[in-house]
């Protein structure tokens, strides 16, 4: 069905392989069932969706707004208009001590968009290229890097280490094929993040090891709350020319439907900046015109903002852990970072729900939770091998649905039967 598709006139449409072989996105299809489930009347605790629940702060809505009404309505340069690059430049030099400029910006749709044209622009296929991606990782990295034609090789990130990989396991994966490294912390789905000297360590192996392109996902950065700071492995000089950082303001501003992100590579003479924005453009363009002054008012004056969004974070990522750490034979390391806790439940698989499923998968978990206790989470699987036996919460809702949630989670892993044949 996925390859084929009867027209009117019932000649087969052959859509293109690579789409066909693609995977929906699973985070996406979650909220999407949360929302018909809602819509229904049903009463739905989602831990699903990946996004703030707050609204865009007024002064960065205003600035747009305002641009609109003055007439910004018209196409502008592929990369970003000047004023948002510089802003962005602005940003990384002083609080990421990344050396750039604007013409190293590219300004796209949405670090989605950011992430899928870096990409394009660093893959080819039939080349035998390998990316490297620390799991759990996001569900997009895989079908992105497998678009772009190269392979994609997992490593697992250990429960005990925070699902952080150490710099032996990364060396040990880089190998002559090696292209990229995909890092992303803070991390969805994980929440934890490196430390600082962890990524130095990090750092390390790839200066060590030639050619190999970095493209680090920071798009959480603004949420942290475990006491470890956020730190850019674009700003360590010795790879820095080999790092394309990606970040955008969906997450930080609450703006995650006005489709804003950003990439900043340096290095390689302007090449891949400058890939990127002929790509964009002949895909689509700039972002929507208007939007350019939301970018300077966010990253300029908005820090107000983000901090109270971000304590709100903080003592909901507090609230999940300890509800979820007392409930029995559930694993969960401390959030740090984003929004996100990524608890193991394996010790419950094996068992038979009160409606009768066996529970043999965190598909399956995700399903009957949903089902039976009517509780949205994102199964662990979706994120990369090791996350079998886990599954995503986000915790972008009120303390009250954290709460009630969680004692859904409880009542509904106490009404499990032992005994799986039952
Ligand atoms: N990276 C990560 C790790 C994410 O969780 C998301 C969430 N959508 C994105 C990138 C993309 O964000 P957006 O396209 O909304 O900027
Ligand atoms: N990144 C968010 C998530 O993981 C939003 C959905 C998506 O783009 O995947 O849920």
Sequence with gaps: MLGRMQTSSKTPLELSRRVSALKPSATL????????????????????????????????????????????????????DPAAREAIAHKLRCENDIQCTPRDIVISTGAKQSLYLAMQCLLEPGRGQEVVLPTPAWVSYRPMIELAGARVVEVPGAIDNDFKITPAQLDDAITDHTAVLVVNSPSNPCGTMYEPQELRALAEVIAARGRVIVITDEIYEKLVYGGIAHFSLGSIESIADRVVTINGLSKA?????????????????????????????????????????????????????????RRVFAKRAELIYQRLSAVPGVRCPRPAGAFYVFPDFSAHFGRRSAGGTLIDSSQRFAEVLL???????????????????????SFACSQEQITEGCRRIDRFLRSLNNRPDS
């Design 29 to 80: 299809a979650v909220t999407a069932r949360v929302r018909e489930l809602r819509a229904e009347g049903v009463d739905v605790i989602s831990f699903g969706a990946g996004e703030p629940d707050f609204d865009t702060p007024p002064n960065i809505s205003q600035s747009a707004i305002d641009a609109l009404k003055a007439g910004k309505t018209h196409y502008m340069p592929v990369a970003g």
């Design 253 to 309: 501003y609450a703006m995650t439907g006005w489709r804003i992100g950003y990439a900043c590579a340096p290095g390689s003479d302007g090449l891949i900046a400058a890939a990127m924005a002929k790509l964009q453009g002949q895909v689509s363009s700039n972002i929507t015109s208007f939007c350019y002054a939301a970018v300077a008012e966010a990253l300029g004056n908005s820090a107000g903002e983000v901090e109270r969004m």
């Design 371 to 393: 089902e039976e206790a009517r509780v949205a989470v994102v199964p662990g699987a979706e994120f990369g091998a090791c996350g079998e036996g886990r599954v995503r919460l």
